[in-house]
């Protein structure tokens, strides 16, 4: 892979293309207006000042807008900063596209239909099936293209579909082990349990609530789903209820968000699933911008802890 | 009204029929069974002991049937409790019925379903009016009749729609008060809140949770309600999404089971009438039972707090 | 109403006088001192930089004083900037007072008082009636003129009686509706409940807590005064306790303040009267600076919860 | 020290007089009452089960009658009981009385008025000595007959008076290693911060809470009575409020009754001499009754924890 | 499997050996003594009264002890009892021994310790392979006999060790699955986490803490025995403290008795592979006892839960 | 004392040596780098900034590092900072060493050990004296240099041991008081209970946590310790068990970093010692720095609170 920009130390010099994440206004002690931009490329992200910002300067570099900057990393309050020596739009001629600049799931989307599909191929109970495949259908772009999060864990381009494929190989491992787990119920609770997120989120870039994502939440937005999907199947029965309670319940506690606590054994287990997961994609990806013998940044969702890398 | 057990005195004769309110089997400890009743009427319950029981009294002294009992009223750890001289089953002759037992709501189902109609009749925003009022028609039946809760307040039958109707009063006093509040969302909010019950509880009698209780909670199953029926009118807009968002929301805290806190002043306003009146419900409903200058019972609601009744 | 500060946009020239409600002196990254005043109307306030203040500036502009500003809105992370062209202490000729530009509640002290005055009036136990009209007089003109508190809700002018006089109105349904309401302990703990403020906070401008606030805090300062006020006036009996437990109880909670929880009906719903009150204090001041459709500030004492305006 | 029942071991006869502590009335399995007894001495009390109580035994062994009881000592559930073979009502031949049977302090009257009395008399200021004089003189008798609690610690016969001369004591080994300690407002704290439990609770017998300690509660109480005695005293100054603060806040936090926290240094060393202290007291009677080398019951006011009683 | 006491059904003749459990004296209300038993045998346990008891009874009956026990069972309070028609201690004839009763992991000896000793065998950090053999050499037989734990889960006959090996299988798939993690350090921290339980714990029958349990924990205790077997076995270097800390921090939380919060990556996933095992043991065991469409009784250490069998 | 930066006033010239604490670079708005750096001699200290920072700069006025500074005291946000006129690093013929600039216990290291050797000779039980008197030696010159803590209280040079020393004065007091005090363990568990710091904190100056001091903690590294000199030592028996718990049981709580509760008296007895000396150490310096009627600045560690200094 091509050198990004995480892989620059302090005191090199950069010229790389780079994609707007966010642009904010201030006004310098001198009285000019200045802008605080965070450049990303696919590798990660820097914090860089453009002094005395025209209007023209704002809408340039405004996020979301592709540019060419050069100039030396320095380091300021233990974060990189980039010190800006040159910028300019990004034109047509220099051949880059967005997609180019965004972080994205190692594993490509045939990949990842192919290992859900595989699941869902795998399940005896036709109602779960049914219900599972008709959601999975009914949403299967946003999905296979949807962070899990706006921040946290698995926050990339197809981070959803990622961490649904990751959850699913551990359900496998877990049901191989356990043999009394219902291996239906806990395929379809992992496939559901965040679809909810693709009507929460606004998409895949500059991720933001929606409205019916702040008002209901994604779990309340799927459990109507199901039962909304289980209504257009015609399926009646005890499947739809132990569904829409795997979804209503995945976050494990009320203060977590869920309603009601887990009270079936594959709900539990699902909840300790998502846990699994996400909190090892958390420690991976923090744990990569350390050294061994290093602690990493705080991470404010595991408790704002610093984790340690081992040099063994 | 007739004398019923809520007023008889500890050493006072007692002849009554009753409503077997539960019955449990126990040993004695001269190894032979016995049987601890409830027994009810419209006043209230006291407890009795039938000694020596022989599966024929398990039989005719189960919960639900009527008994006619006689003897005194004693006390025992704080609490009154019927020793009993006479008890036998009540006969077709006897002209009893289960509803003579039943505490109910002081209203009469007519008067309720006017004061109901009514507030839905002043709406002027009709998505709102049609969700309410196609809801409302769909569960009627039930919703006269089901108790708000199966402990704690409202506890009787009728007490939902009762608790609702208290609450709409509440509301048009508060609206008329503070004008800025959207009279529409929160009357509709109070209508619905806790229209779910109707599905999680077992019925007016003898009530418990079903299935669909236990696992979804009447808040989730209260907002699929509001989809389907959205859907069914083929009404879009946000109006759903706030009726669906102050049920959600109306026991204003995740630890107490809202996915979500209030996010529209509404629903803020609807999750205060909502505790204004369920305490005041059982505030006077424990108070009635102690004289001026004596503390309740300690209430389990209420942070187990006794209250005192004044003697001004 | 005259265009004041929360009228201007963006983008906008403004001309107009204000009163400085604090300023703070800075070092710039030159080495000079600069001052962040805030600089309000009585529709809102702006914050603005003086670059290179001189010590006579820093006398011009401190708190209190009234300046003539001219300059342009800005925007600085989210929120208005003045961007200062022009600035000038105000002189007697241009004839305007610091109480052009508070914030006042929207009744006035006559109308406040006359409704106050009726609830009194309307109570039957003289003991009640004697306590409480004894210390509002004694209070009555810091009464009329504190805020209800620092920040939150109800903080400007005469907020305190406007809060009590809001809190009366709601009191007076709610006692219609629940008829077992003791009416007089209700009105008098909703007079008394804050009245200890006007000991606790310094006054209605620039208000910050006293020795006394910080040491006691409202609650205990109120109590004692109600058993000093009943020994001045030799009343006797089971009232002025209750009315001191009122008080005593009022913030429902041990964590929130009160070293008892309610234990009478009336100081329960004394309680969630106050909150009624001052959460639609500040959810309306809160949405009125947004448009529907957006989401307010997060609001501190509403657990930083933001609040949506609906578009219906 | 003559044998008590506390001496007596599991299988031993016992022929005692006993004040009865407490005494309920029951219904046996055979339907006749039978009465729950705790029969109480110097040194402890056990429980008794009287059978086939009647009307006549229920007025002679009610609470505070004085008995003499014979029975061998069994052990139920892990506690002792005694089972009785002979009880009778004393008579005013037996020559016992109430005093015989109530736990005290181990320091006489005098020797704690003393105690208590040097440290006003070593205090500096005057206007704090004067206080806290008065308020002494005014509840000498209570002060020096009540207990500390109804439970937990010092729950004995001038309980209260013993808790503060220990807690004196410790006040002044504190105040020689921190002289920055102000130690007449650490003595007067001392005295003063359970004062107000002489009108909290109802008496040195049989304690319970009366109405006003319900509603108020003893920091309320002596926060008005500090108050008041500084006016019939005609003090002013900050004393008057420090030391208001110091009783009103002694419990340390609001979640254990203080609505305001310390704020000055005497104020915390305070709450935590008081800690100090009851702990102190409640470990050491509660290990008294077991043997090195076992745990004590679990003593609910620490957590819950039982105690290990080292063998070294 | 020969029928046990679980799966007998109300109304069923019972003549079974049983192993006492626990044997409690109690005094029934004719004043005379009984004794309440629990009766186990391997697939579970039921409560008795022997009414009229013997010292002889006492001693015969007493825990650990062998009975031929013939009766009917019955239900009380919700909970099976068996009424004893005939009782008698076991003899030599019987051929019964204590082993015949006691619940046991469903794994041999043998197989346990070969799927350890293959784990170990495949480290291949030869510090962290030398002191985890080091410590189960110590321990071994303890560690093949001893529960998990007193209750909650995995409390039979090697629990302990059969917890560890369901671990392993547990840690193995993870590791496959995300292969940064360290597989010597995660096996070493499942093998080692509970193996401080062998001297927390008093055995594998009538478990109870001992005083280095109490009074230390399982946990630092194994912290303890970690380095002095570096010390014994020299070796240094920072595989020491990380098996320590994984030891250490097992329990996740402060609040949870872990002094330290998982800091490595390797002991964040061990605490997620014990709760998951635990909490699979847990709900297996609870859900063998209901049927398809029932609830579980309330599981303590699983927030008191009901857990609700599916039907599908 | 000579005049340190703590008693210059607002306006006043300074020209004195100072120890660099720290020194952190930024950017300034005019794109060129400075630096923010903390000035501190022995009586506290003070924020500059030095603007235009050449690398040599950096070098010359980094941490650690001595230099001369003279500028004017100005107010900056409440608190105070240097407008540095002219700097420049100290040279040998300035004659200054790092020492100068610390801050150290009022005590000396003579009379510390000799406080301390006196309680170690008083104890009467060997086995606890010689291993407290083990350990003291094996850590004493590091015990008699460290902080005892980073930051919150005593964290100045040699803190450590005059906690210890104060704590130890307190203890004895206590035990004079409460003679059922085992003051051996008393003593011991004072003197080793932060011992373990000298392992889990990096040193005198700077002070950082080790790695073992992250991923153990002190109070687990001392417990270790303990049963290895008890292994050294050859001693066996239940003080080596007491003394751990003592260590491991000091923070009182689990959620403060004790996986056990005290469970004997001493220790919890200790817990609160170590309270009253770390809190009087922490109000006596934050309240040297403000003037009677004034308050603190919000101490951390002491729940935020801030503290009022009395006039009397």
Redesign the interface.
Known sequence: MKKGIAQYEVGEQVDLFFLVKSS????????KP?LTVILQDKTGDIEA?L?DASPEDEENYAAEKIVKAAGEV????GRN?L?VRQIRPANPQDGVRVADFLEVAPLSREEMVESITQCIFEMK?SNIQRITRHLLNKYQNAFLEYPAATKNHHEFVSGLAYHVV?ML??AK??A???P?L?RD?LYSGVILHDLGKVIELSGPVSTTYT??G????H??IM??EI??AA?ELSIK???V??L??MV?SHHGK????????????EA??LH?ID??DA??NM??RA?EHVKPGE?TEKIFA??N????????
């Open positions: 904010t206004r201030g006004i310098a002690s001198n009285g200045f000042k002094w320095m380091t300021y309050r900063q010190k109970n990751s190989k551990v491992a877990l191989d082990l356990y009394s219902n119920l409205l019916e702040n008002l209901l939440g779990i309340s459990v109507n039962g909304q209504e029965g005890e499947e209820l132990l829409q309670h209503l009320e203060e977590w968000g869920s309603p009601k606590k887990p009270l079936i054994k539990e287990i300790l846990n699994v909190k090892m420690l991976d744990l602690f595991l408790d802890r610093s984790f340690y890398k081992p040099t063994i």
